[in-house]
């Protein structure tokens, strides 16, 4: 599905990546930790296509083609889902349309005639259910006024709809309370499947706890110096991450 | 500075997107010579076979316009004006006496108007629009009329109702907009040609849409319209205006006057959608939009709202205004006024409170993008008599990139302290985070940046009617696709 060589990035003159690699295989969930700083929010957004990032070496492929070589909405049209950790506000955009493009958007990729109103509708209705929001959100402006809990559920509510094959949470649980944060989970864990594969960038090891991943790894200074499973992130838990760098520092993995 | 140049680069792609309405037709026309004189008044006023009444109001007008000076006070630039080398008149060849049944209608201009999709035939009915089209300095087609005149709607070319109607033209013309009132209402008044007239009896609520499409086509010719409405006690009507101009070099004048009237508990809805030629990106050719709009509150509890989407033009100047006369009045102003490339806009309104209970809304949305300038300008004078007046201004400008201006000239009179004058203002930009967003959701550059535009303009497009709306929001897709700063 994914696999990262060797990549470096900077951004202005300043290297963030310093040769990632990391091979992300169908239905495989992984969860990327580390603390600030260290590069996660960097790699995700050089995954989903924002622009202004220098890549200086190395290669990302999605299913056999460069990655890097896709505009962001081809990455998209194509079944790569960012999941944001701020979801911007814009104003006097429906939620629904901006869903309803963004479906359209996909579909049109893949052949696909636009779906009739009626039957969208259905659609989106069956996705609300998933992350228990009111219909009324539909209606209201992309992110507008929403609480942050809110915004993270609308964000799996997008996933929801895409059905993408590769998702990025970019720290889906910050700023949860824990009601949110299981409503949210339960929502991913019933996105798992043998096609679709997840990256999970988090600070905190409580996510954990609800979406357990099959992998864990740790970014530390732009690399991975740690990769294990979810026994790892609760090693980290306990002893912080200085434990990484004490044990890591010089000897990347 | 790496993510401007990026979007930058994509922004400048998606804005060089064509005008679609540029194209001419070919079609042969009687136009005066350039020329602006008393004989050209008088010209003007013989090949219509118009009454003594109005050559006479049209003499005073011009006589009134020699001793004017052009108005520099706006936030634009443009060289000056030579009114002598206009033609002020053009009218396709054998339609000198105005529009017949659509079976008489050059097909010629049937296919422009359909090129330019405004349904002339029958289709407009299921639409629910009736049509008058303005070619140059004549109405060409008028659908409708009949149907119309079951309910006692006139609704007609302005130079028809001249001679069925002299006495509605006679009672109602100027009496909005003097033909003392500027420079260009001034020079409208002498010269205008044709438009549109409208009269809703008492009580009448119009059945259907009534639209004017104005279309200026022959080089060299200004289009000077004028349009009259007027609703009597208790009457309801929704009037739509639609304008292009094909792609010339040279720049083109249109000096229309605007005047609408609204008796006791009378509703006036007035919406533009402005799509004329802007000139290239360098700013050669495009039309001087110079239009003086007003409306009158007379009766109690009267109601006029102006809805404009501005997208064209090279040069816009107009203020399309509400005289909020009869007591517990109401006075709406609804714009987007977009600018791009070397475009300038000087746009807004005047709201002037006389009556008891008046209250006035203005929403004034302006986007700016390329190298142009966009300027709102808006008046709210309460008067000493104006007890409890209301007034709530809002106007918020969008940025695409930083080589644009938005300018926001408020001013505010009240000789009243029980008014209440409300002035909101915003100045903000597309945001790389909200492109990237939608980017991130499948959308292109330029899909996402017309749906941030029409979500900023939402306030305003929501007052459009349906049929409009649609392609008011096409029209600013067109005109601006893609830009961030």
């Keep these: 599905m994914l696999e990262i060589k060797n990549l470096h990035a900077s951004i202005d003159g300043k290297e963030i990546l310093r040769g990632i690699n990391l091979t992300v295989n169908a239905g495989e969930v992984h969860a990327i930790m580390g603390p600030n700083g260290s590069g996660k929010s960097t790699l995700s957004n050089i995954i989903a296509g924002r622009d202004g990032y220098d890549i200086t070496q190395g290669e990302v492929i999605y299913k056999g083609d460069n990655l890097l070589d896709m505009p962001a909405e081809v990455r998209a049209q194509r079944g790569v889902f960012l999941a944001f950790q701020y979801p911007v506000e814009i104003p006097g955009v429906s939620n629904i349309y901006l869903l309803k493009a963004a479906l359209n958007a996909v579909r049109k990729y893949q052949g696909l005639d636009d779906l009739d109103a009626i039957d969208f509708l259905t659609l989106v209705r069956s996705k609300l259910e998933l992350v228990q929001m009111d219909e009324q959100f539909l209606h209201r402006g992309v992110n507008e006024g929403f609480s942050g809990g809110e915004k993270k559920r609308n964000e799996i509510l997008q996933m929801a709809l895409l059905e993408p094959s590769l998702a990025i949470l970019d720290e889906t649980d910050s700023g949860l309370d824990i009601d949110a944060l299981k409503v949210v989970s339960e929502g991913v864990n019933a996105l798992r499947s043998p096609e679709r594969s997840i990256v999970m960038i988090t600070h905190y090891q409580r996510l954990l706890d609800y979406i357990v991943p099959d992998y864990v790894h740790v970014l530390s200074n732009g690399q991975i110096v740690k990769s294990g499973d979810k026994e790892l992130a609760k090693e980290l838990e306990a002893k912080g991450y200085s434990w990484i760098h004490d044990t890591a520092e010089g000897q990347p993995i | ?485």
């Design chain 2, 1 to 485: 500075m790496v993510i401007y140049m990026a979007e930058q680069q994509q922004i400048d792609e998606v804005l060089a997107s064509d005008y679609q309405a540029g194209f001419v037709t070919d079609i042969e026309s009687d136009s005066l010579p350039p020329g602006l004189s008393e004989d050209t008044v008088r010209d003007i006023s013989r090949i219509k076979g118009e009454p003594e009444f109005l050559l006479e109001w049209r003499l005073q007008a011009y006589r009134h316009w020699l001793t004017l000076e052009t108005p520099e006070w706006a936030h634009v630039h443009y060289p000056e004006i030579d009114f002598q080398k206009i033609s002020y008149y053009s009218a396709p060849k054998a339609k000198t006496d105005g529009p017949k049944s659509l079976d008489e209608v050059d097909p010629e201009l049937l296919r422009t108007y359909e090129k330019l999709g405004v349904p002339l035939d029958e289709r407009a009915r299921l639409a629910g629009v009736a049509v008058d089209a303005v070619f140059d300095s004549v109405s060409v087609a008028n659908t409708f009329q009949d149907k119309l005149a079951e309910d006692g709607i006139i609704f007609m070319p302005f130079s028809k109702a001249v001679h069925e109607h002299p006495e509605l033209i006679k009672k109602y013309l100027g009496s909005v907009v003097s033909y003392k009132d500027n420079f260009y209402a001034a020079l409208n008044s002498a010269v205008f040609s044709d438009g549109s007239f409208v009269y809703i009896p008492k009580g009448t609520r119009c059945p259907m849409e009534l639209s004017t499409y104005f279309r200026i086509n022959a080089a060299n010719t200004g289009q000077f319209e004028r349009t009259l409405i007027i609703a009597d006690d208790d009457a309801y009507v929704s009037y739509l205006e639609g304008c292009t101009a094909p792609m010339r070099d040279e720049n083109q004048l249109h000096a229309a006057v605007v005047e609408l009237v609204a008796h006791d508990r009378a509703e006036i809805k007035y919406s533009t959608v402005q799509n004329w030629y802007p000139g290239d990106k360098n700013g050669v050719g495009g039309i001087f939009n110079f239009v003086t709009k007003r409306a009158l509150c007379r009766g109690v509890s009267s109601k006029v709202s102006w809805t404009q989407v501005e997208t064209g033009s090279a040069i816009t100047w107009k203020y399309p205004s509400v005289i909020l006369q009869g007591d517990n009045s109401v006075g709406e102003f609804y714009s987007v006024a977009v600018t791009n490339n070397m475009q300038q806009a000087d746009t807004g309104t005047k709201m002037i409170h006389l009556g008891k209970n008046t209250s006035s809304t203005v929403i004034a949305k302006g986007i700016s993008a390329g190298r142009s300038q966009n300027a709102y300008r808006g008046l709210i004078r309460i008067g000493p008599n104006a007890e409890n007046a209301r007034n709530y201004t809002e106007c918020d400008s969008l940025l695409m990139g930083d080589q644009c201006g938005a300018h926001t000239f408020p001013y505010i009179e009240v000789k009243n302290p029980t008014a209440q004058v409300e002035h909101e203002a915003s100045t903000s930009k597309i945001s790389e985070d909200q492109l990237f967003y939608c980017k991130q959701r499948g959308l292109d550059t330029e899909d996402a940046v017309s749906m941030i535009v029409n979500g900023f303009c939402k306030q305003v497009m929501r007052q459009l009617p349906m049929e409009f709306a649609v392609e008011a929001q096409n029209l600013l897709g067109l005109s601006l696709e893609g830009s961030v700063g």
